[in-house]
C-alpha cells in the first residue's frame, strides 16, 4: 500500500494538491487533514498530541506535504515597520510557519520508509530567504519563513542517517489565488498569479524531480533552487 498525506487539506493549495494526487492515482491511498476538519481528518499544528494521533493512524507514507501557513487573521497581518511589531503575534507566527511544520517531522518522518526514495515537503516562502530581502517588512512572516528554512535543513541532516535515500524540502509555490495571498495580490505581476489546481499540479511536478543530494534544499514552482 502506497500512502501520501497532505496536511492543511482544507486551504488552497492543500486542497488542490490533495485532488490532485487522488486525481493522477500514483497512490493507494491519500489522506488529507486540517485543523477545520474533525474524526480521523483533524489535525492542529498548534496541538502535539493530535499530530502523533494522525501520524499513527496512516501508517507509513511516503510522501508528506505541509500546505499550510499564515500570513494574516483577523485585523493582523505582515508588519510594515518596526514599530508594528507585536510578540504575541509573532509568536503565532512562529507556532503555525514554523514550530507546527517540525513537529510534524518528528512524528511523521519516523513512521516512513527507512529505504528507498520517500519525500517529506513543506511550503515555504521565498520572502523567507535571508539573501533575497531586498525590501524588508513582514517581519513576523519573514522571521518564521527563514526559521522554517533552517529547520528544513536540520532535519534533512537528521533524517538522512535514518534513510540515505530520504528528501527533505521546502517548496515555494509563488503567489497562489487563495484565501492567504488576497489581501496582496495587487501588486503581483501579469501571469505570476496562479490558481490553486496549477500551483499543486506544479508543486508535485518538482516533487516529482527531486533527487537525494536535493534534501534540505528550498525550491520554487519552477523547480529553480531559492538561495536561503
Known amino acids: 500500500m502506497s500512502r501520501a498525506v497532505v496536511i492543511g ?12 494526487l487522488i486525481e493522477e492515482g500514483a497512490f493507494d491511498t491519500v489522506f488529507g487533514f486540517a485543523r477545520s476538519e474533525s474524526g480521523d481528518r483533524h489535525l492542529d499544528l498548534e496541538d502535539e498530541a493530535s499530530i502523533a494521533a494522525a501520524a499513527a493512524r496512516v501508517g507509513s507514507p511516503t510522501l508528506v506535504v505541509v500546505a499550510t501557513g499564515l500570513l494574516h487573521d483577523g485585523d493582523k497581518g505582515p508588519e510594515k515597520a518596526m514599530r508594528e511589531l507585536d510578540p504575541v503575534w509573532m509568536a503565532r507566527n512562529f507556532a503555525i510557519n514554523a514550530i507546527g ?29 535571508i539573501g533575497d530581502n531586498r525590501l524588508g517588512g513582514w517581519y513576523g512572516y519573514r522571521a518564521s519563513k527563514a526559521a522554517l528554512n533552517q529547520l528544513v535543513k536540520t532535519i534533512a541532516i537528521e533524517d538522512k542517517r535514518r534513510n540515505s ?41 518538482v516533487i516529482d524531480g527531486l533527487r537525494a543530494p536535493d534534501s534540505g534544499k528550498l525550491f ?5 533552487e531559492v538561495t536561503p
Open 9 to 20: 487539506a482544507s486551504g488552497g493549495i492543500g486542497k488542490a494538491l490533495e485532488e490532485a
Open 101 to 129: 511544520p517540525a513537529l510534524v517531522a518528528k512524528h511523521f518522518l519516523p513512521t516512513m520508509p527507512k529505504a528507498g526514495r520517500i519525500v517529506f515537503a513543506v511550503l515555504s516562502a521565498r520572502v523567507g530567504s
Open 165 to 205: 535515500s530520504g528528501i527533505v524540502v521546502g517548496l515555494h509555490p509563488g503567489t497562489v489565488d487563495t484565501g492567504l495571498s488576497a489581501p496582496f495580490q495587487g501588486n503581483v505581476t501579469p501571469g505570476n498569479l496562479f490558481k490553486a489546481d496549477r500551483a499543486a499540479v506544479q508543486l508535485l511536478d
Open 220 to 224: 520554487a514552482w519552477d523547480g529553480v
